[in-house]
């Protein structure tokens, strides 16, 4: 018996390869009969088990099943961005002759939604030390700003973040990373996800972070003309606090909120060092058992719901 | 609209709360008719989006498709052992009195299959460094040796691995760490993650690794009387050869592999430094983006097939 199959074949399937096993019918599974394959594949047209694991449907209700759940973790992208992603051009980035790459964490490609449920896309500059930890774009500091930010215009899930690097960068984004940020392949890679983003989600705006990623994004072609919204970095020394209240109008009239009722356009005011210009990131844009005091600004001991609010995704259920 | 449902949902339903959705009949999914959901409910008595995201046909067929895939990542664990890891006690050994446990990473749960396919259940001492950044049990230089006295007994990935102690532990596992290991609320979550796991899965053969967990198991009460395998932990300075080639053969002839054509029953020999007693951690047992020098021993220039085989899940596949 190559694989331990008990649990799920019927005994006479068990001895077979996985390759055969797939091919067989529904009924091959333990407690399926063949009237109940008859009735998959007269309402869905399955044959196969393998028809039946990746029957669109079914994708959608578990995964309807899964925001009803309030997840605890990211499990990692599904199968198609899995394969998205596996086309970043790591070698690229390992060898780029600048050596203005830190190359030995590898990159880091998203944080956020692939089910086809986002309306804003964000365009971040490069991962640094939080990241190469949690594998998951804008969780340290910076993300944490931009979480507050997005709870502000009512959006606590309907996002995707990527960068304008995958890879780490040495030094800041000078105009040697201005051209960088131009080459082909960097580029290719940056665009198609942006693309493909668009395609399969109901995008309703494009939020740049820092005067890099606005230029990088200048010579994009925007296919669908889809709004942009050109933000300081969250890590800007000066003036974020004029720009993003400028912006913040701005962005709740243009994006549809999870939740209307937590939309918040008080303009921001005071210390940008306070928690309160901060927010944790969710646990259900983690991945699985990442230490918690992990993509908020402390350990366990010195957080606090007074310090800190925890978005979870129940807080748009009712 | 709460949610941005509009890839997922019939359009009259997108309003609702995702409470409500996941109570509706299948039919509201975009693309299921009432004739379909009806032969749904006939087959398998389903009558909601949420039953049929959970249903267990389904889920079997899903996870016999990932097996084909060979996956290139450990998504995390399946909702029930989310909910069995989430008892683990980490309060507990936080504030634990002796101060042994490293406290700031948490603690880490398992590496392996959480599908009901495991037929080796193996029982170490505790996590480490390179097990903090995984976030998975035995992936460092002990979990390379581990990995590779597996294969050479045929098996590939029908293996679960627990620890001792789930937190990483300050020291040698004296005496002091012996009478830890029994205390009942550290006990009483190692051996219900055993008995849940004995319930669910096929296993042949329980393998413990070093002297402290030997000693932690002699108090189990092994419910089905499962065949135990006490060898000495893979980073054992003295006697391990000796030790591993006397129970080669005694796991070979107990367990059923997963291929029974690469089992190697030569027995070890040479400087345990060399990269032929490790093998690769398989990618399929870490997180998604892991860099992936991790679980190997070194970086990506210094690896190559002459130094340490890769495990892939196809091959077990034909």
Same sequence: chains 1, 2.
Avoid: C
């Avoid at 990159?107 to 490069?126: M, N, S």
């Amino acid at each position: 018996m190559p694989l331990a199959l008990e649990n799920l074949l019927d005994v006479k399937h068990r001895e077979k390869s996985i390759v055969e096993i797939l091919e067989l019918s529904p009924e091959a599974l333990k407690g399926v009969s063949n009237s109940d394959a008859q009735k998959l594949k007269e309402a869905f047209g399955i044959t196969t088990i393998r028809q039946l694991g990746e029957n669109k449907f079914f994708m959608a209700a578990a995964a309807l099943a899964r925001a009803g759940m309030n997840p605890d973790y990211d499990p990692g992208p599904p199968p198609f961005w899995l394969n998205k992603f596996a086309q970043l051009p790591d070698s690229y980035y390992v060898n780029h002759p600048s050596g203005r790459f830190r190359v030995h964490f590898g990159g880091v490609p998203y944080r956020g939604r692939l089910d086809d449920t986002a309306r804003v896309i964000v365009v971040g500059q490069d991962p640094s030390t939080d990241e190469a930890i949690a594998r998951r774009a804008f969780v340290g500091n910076a993300g944490q700003r931009l979480q507050k930010l997005l709870y502000k215009t009512g959006i606590v899930r309907s996002y995707i973040i990527i960068n304008t690097f995958a890879y780490s960068i040495i030094g800041q984004a000078n105009n040697e990373m201005r051209i960088i940020a131009q080459e082909p392949i960097i580029k290719n890679f940056r665009e198609d996800l942006l693309n493909t983003l668009i395609e399969r989600n109901p995008i309703e705006a494009i939020i740049t972070l820092g005067v890099g990623a606005k230029e990088a994004m200048s010579t994009w072609n925007n296919p669908e003309n889809k709004q942009m919204f050109h933000l300081f970095h969250p890590s800007a020394q000066t003036g974020l606090e004029d720009n993003w209240n400028t912006h913040l109008p701005l962005l709740i009239a243009n994006i549809t909120p999870d939740n209307p009722a937590i939309i918040d356009a008080t303009p921001y005011s005071g210390e940008w060092s306070e928690n309160t210009h901060r927010m944790n990131i969710p646990r259900f844009d983690l991945p699985y058992n990442l230490p918690d005091w992990h993509g908020t600004e402390g350990t366990n001991s010195n957080r606090g719901p007074d310090k800190i609010k925890e978005i979870t995704w129940t807080s748009i259920l009712s």
